[in-house]
């Protein structure tokens, strides 16, 4: 039985939660052991990079800790460690993370398995001389020439007060501005993923254009209050609005020329506020839906399963499954009675494929880990929330842009239908435009995997970065 495939936007599962550093002492290694050791977990069609690090603490012991550079978690500690004269095993108590590893011939390559939950996934790392760093040259590095300034605003609609970063021009005038609006799952102000910034990017080269930006983190996220895993889509906008009103109230900022710029979930949100009021001067959207959040689930799915190498049969068995459950969450509210029928429905499949010979089931625990995530409010919430609702009361200027690579948010279904709810609603200001060779983050891509995403040293491409400025320039 295929897994719920849960690939929602920028989602992902992840492994390793943020935590703060520490380390674990263990007795002295037998033989080279210090430095990094680099590896790629592979999970539902993403790489995620793993870093182990070793280090002598100068007493005759080791310090060890793990890096998940992706998903911007470093210096996660460890519980405690086993080196013999062929292996290692770690533990890290924390995640409920096991490593366990053989040395090569070399010694400069542990063949081993990583365990977490109910994972039990390869991964082999390898030692390298120096301490690893992704390469990411769009970054910027300062000094900056423009001003960048830590700000906070208050959502009073939700009572939680929400900080960001705003950059401005240094000319002294009133400027063009924008609010960046994140994707799905909890993003700090840069929208930082797979190892790549996104917003950091996408911020310093509208500023350095003469335009000013306000990027913020996510309820829950980095410096900001608020409790993300009870909010869905809707609450997000009114943050975003919040944001948006903000920067109404600096000197800095030609109201006039003030809109929003969404990526991926932000693409929902960012029609969502402008169908609700008439100072949104424009609204970006990259990699945003027409469709409802079950049909971009289902496309979603069956893309990376076939990217991924997937064959017809079992990409339809993924795609049967999620319908059945997408229907039991959309015909019952209650959440313990669509837990109770989605939990039978796995146990079924799980039955079907023992029968079979097969050993791919879901184990008890992953079944109640993904009954967690889709009785989630957000989850219910963007299952059912249909964009053309808000796009065809959208009356501002609209760039709209997809890449042709891109199997999270399928431009050749998700375009037309933005495109028709904006003729719908007789809004003639609408560019939509479909770019050629790039992926869900819009870099240039070969496949267009979320595999793909953290080894690609480019986080946006440079013409995708031209065309949006000089579009918000125009308007």
């Not at 990411?136 to 960048?148: N, V």
């Not at 799915?301 to 339809?316: W, Y």
Request: charged content about 20%.
């Amino acid at each position: 039985m295929k897994k719920i495939v849960q690939f929602v936007f920028l989602t992902a599962g992840l492994l390793l939660a943020s935590i703060n550093s520490a380390s674990a002492q263990v007795n002295p290694a037998r033989g080279n052991l210090m430095g990094s050791w680099v590896g790629a977990l592979k999970i539902q069609g993403i790489s995620l990079t793993l870093v182990m690090n070793v280090k002598d603490n100068g007493h005759d012991s080791l310090i060890v800790t793990f890096d998940s550079p992706d998903q911007g978690a470093k210096g996660i500690p460890t519980s405690s460690v086993r080196v013999t004269a062929d292996s290692i095993i770690v533990a890290l108590k924390m995640i409920s993370g096991l490593y366990q590893g053989k040395f090569t011939s070399g010694r400069d390559t542990l063949e081993g398995r990583w365990k977490q939950s109910n994972l039990d996934l390869p991964l082999n790392l390898e030692h390298k001389k120096q301490a690893f760093k992704q390469v990411r040259p769009q970054e910027p590095i300062p000094p900056f020439p423009y001003i960048s300034e830590d700000v906070s605003f208050r959502n009073k609609q939700a009572g939680i007060t929400l900080s960001g970063t705003l950059t401005l021009p240094k000319d002294g005038g009133k400027h063009i501005a924008v609010v960046l609006i994140t994707g799905s799952g909890p993003q700090n102000r840069d929208e930082e993923l797979m190892g790549h910034k996104p917003f950091l990017v996408l911020a310093d080269h509208f500023t350095r254009k003469g335009i000013a930006v306000l990027r913020f983190d996510d309820r829950g996220v980095g410096k900001s209050g608020g409790d993300f895993s009870t909010a869905t889509s809707l609450d997000f906008a009114t943050d975003a609005a919040a944001a948006f009103d903000y920067l109404k109230t600096r000197p800095e900022i030609d109201t006039a020329r003030l809109g929003l710029l969404g990526h991926s979930e932000g693409g929902i949100i960012a029609p969502i506020i402008a169908s609700e009021r008439k100072d949104v001067n424009f609204i970006v959207l990259m990699a945003g839906t027409g469709l409802t959040g079950e049909k971009v689930l289902l496309t979603q799915a069956a893309a990376i399963q076939k990217a991924d190498s997937g064959d017809q049969s079992s990409i339809q068995n993924t795609q049967d499954i999620n319908q059945k459950i997408y229907e039991i969450l959309i015909k019952n509210p209650d959440n313990e009675k669509a837990s109770a029928r989605i939990r039978k429905l796995l146990q079924k499949e799980n039955q079907a494929e023992r029968k079979k010979g097969s050993s791919d089931t879901m184990s008890s625990q992953a079944i109640e880990m993904n009954l967690k995530t889709v009785t989630s409010p957000w989850f219910r919430t963007f299952l059912t929330l249909d964009p053309q609702t808000y796009l065809k009361n959208v009356h501002c200027n609209i760039l709209a842009i997809n890449g042709d690579m891109d199997l999270q948010v399928d431009s050749k279904i998700n375009l037309p239908a933005i495109e028709k709810a904006l003729i719908f609603g007789g809004n003639p200001h609408y560019t939509i435009e479909e770019i050629h060779g790039v992926n869900h983050l819009f870099q240039t891509a070969k496949t267009g995997s979320p595999s793909e995403y953290s080894t690609i040293e480019e986080t946006i491409q440079p013409a995708v970065l031209q065309l949006i400025t000089l579009w918000i320039l125009q308007k």
